[in-house]
């Protein structure tokens, strides 16, 4: 596609069910990145892929967060046993090597109840 | 660790004023720095980047940076605003090298607004 796209745009969820939230980038795009966006706060740096490796995962808030990136391509978040805290827009962002422009995509709100 | 600090969670000016979007950082190594925007109901979009070449940086729609070393600063200014410069202003700051690279640490933004 043309931009980054992310599924769902919208994601509301009952506290302990599990997530996933998917990301597609912009294709040819190595790196691929996931931010966090609480309301009325900064964004928070979460992980990102270099291919299909993260060499910098410091950003996961705890171990009920996890991330995968299949075939250079799609990415997705996962969070276990989701809580009210995690209530948050979820940013992805693509670039065609890492250091390079970001290019975010809209993001999934999620909520948990 | 590095780190973002934006002087300024609102910034409210006239059109036709002077905009200026204040950054300072935190760093032991030299920088890369950036100002990304968010227009109302859009995603976030690069307005320029500092990679250490000239320590002016001029990016889209007339917005510009300049990266102060000795004030570890990278403030954005644009001479006149207009209407549509209304957004929400993220600085931003990654390093070279390290597995740290494609970390880019945001800071907490500032919402412009501009009044007629």
């Known amino acids: 596609g043309a931009g980054v796209s992310q599924s769902p745009s919208n994601k509301v969820t009952e506290k302990g069910k599990d997530v996933e939230l998917r990301c597609d980038p912009i294709?040819?795009?190595?790196?691929l990145y996931w931010y966090r966006q609480r309301l009325g706060q900064g964004l928070e740096f979460l992980i990102y892929f270099q291919g299909n490796s993260a060499p910098d995962k410091s950003g996961l808030p705890s171990d009920r967060f996890s991330a995968e990136r299949t075939g250079e391509s799609v990415s997705t978040l996962t969070i276990q046993r989701t809580q009210q805290e995690d209530s948050a827009v979820y940013l992805c962002?693509?670039?065609?090597?890492?250091?390079?422009?970001?290019?975010f995509g809209s993001g999934t709100q999620l909520s948990v109840l | 660790a590095q780190s973002v600090t934006q002087l300024g969670s609102h910034v409210s000016v006239s059109e036709g004023a002077l905009v200026l979007l204040r950054c300072n950082y935190s760093?032991?190594?030299?920088?890369?720095l950036f100002w990304y925007v968010q227009y109302p109901n859009q995603g976030l979009q690069l307005l320029l980047k500092y990679t250490s070449a000239a320590t002016l940086v001029k990016g889209i729609n007339g917005f510009e940076a300049e990266f102060k070393k000795s004030e570890t600063s990278f403030h954005l200014t644009k001479p006149s605003a207009h209407m549509s410069d209304a957004a929400e202003y993220f600085c931003a700051v990654s390093f070279a090298g390290g597995t740290s690279y494609g970390k880019l640490t945001f800071g907490q933004g500032t919402i412009l607004t501009v009044h007629p």
């Open positions: 760093s032991s190594v030299p920088p890369y």
């Open positions: 294709s040819g795009h190595t790196a």
């Open positions: 962002a693509s670039s065609i090597r890492v250091g390079e422009k970001l290019f």
